[in-house]
């Protein structure tokens, strides 16, 4: 997974191109081509992953180029996901030697610093939703039921039980929700708790 930000901290774009080895991951010209690849996000801003593979290379396709060095290096390479974010202020992290990608965007300029530390965290803690009105009402129902299940085979009563799952519901939001995230470099605050007044308006995390 590779990661870049414009110049003018207001775009971000990452790529994941996929192997077969983690040998072959740290091949060179894999490395290379995923980051001309990655260009060409920048540049033309292709809407689709069939639109990004018929863009030109060199004189050959995105999806030729792939293949082509699937040939040389003997073994399948393929497109992964690749996105791109708009904002005030962005940034862009890459963890584990590009086994994971962050890229955040805030609403405000000037906050590139905060948005670099929002993208650290979110490669740490891997949320799932950027806040609880994100998360369906059928994930809650069955959240719900799985908690019921536990705290009436524990036989607490049936009073209780009500209460206990709004805490347990809080704490499940969080645990996956961004926004409701212990900050990793400050446990006594949220993310919510160190925005200074921004909006995060998106973030990706690409995992391998």
Known sequence: IVVKTNNDNTEAYTVELNSETDFVARNEKFQAL??????????????????????????????????????VIGEKLALGRFDIVKGGSVASYSHLGGKIGVLVALDQEGKGELAADIAMHIAAANPRF???????????????????????????????????????????????????????????????????????????????
Not at 39 to 55: D, F, N, Q, R, T
């Open 130 to 208: 950027l806040s609880s009105e994100e998360v369906s009402e059928d994930e809650i129902e069955k959240e719900k039921g799985v908690y019921k299940e536990q705290l009436l085979k524990e036989g607490k009563p049936e009073a209780m039980i009500e209460n206990i799952i709004k805490g347990k519901i809080n704490k499940y939001y969080s645990e996956v929700c961004l926004l409701d995230q212990e900050y990793i470099k400050d446990d006594k605050k949220s993310i919510k708790d160190i925005l200074e007044g921004a909006s995060i308006l998106k973030f990706v995390r690409l995992s391998l």
């Open 34 to 71: 995923a980051n001309d690849i990655l260009k060409i996000v920048e540049e033309k801003k292709p809407e689709s992953a069939e639109v990004l593979l018929s863009e030109d290379l060199n004189g050959l396709t995105v999806s030729e180029s792939i293949d082509n060095l699937s040939g």
